[in-house]
């Protein structure tokens, strides 16, 4: 994710067999300084469905995502 390599990020985790709240929140918070906002918003969505928890770090990637899409609503609910 930090070499702006995004698609092979989500290919190698989507491989994963164990994903941690450390490998979500690395997904999200790439995705949200990539640029790619929606993908970000969207594994967030999974890790909740998936039953993990939030930390600081996964919140301050999703501001940035609600920020970059002008959605004030998400914004605030975060």
Do not use: H, N, P
Not at 12 to 24: E, I, P, S
Not at 39 to 46: D, I, S, T
Not at 56 to 76: E, I, N, P, T
């Amino acid at each position: 994710m930090k070499c702006g390599k995004t698609e092979e990020a989500e290919a190698l985790f989507r491989k994963m067999t164990r994903k941690d709240l450390v490998c979500w929140t690395t997904m999200v918070t790439g995705f949200a300084q990539a640029g790619k906002s929606l993908k970000a918003v969207e594994f967030y969505r999974g890790m909740q469905r998936e039953g993990f928890g939030r930390d600081g770090v996964v919140m301050l990637g999703l501001l940035q995502a609600s920020a970059d899409l002008g959605d004030q609503k998400m914004g605030c609910s975060i």
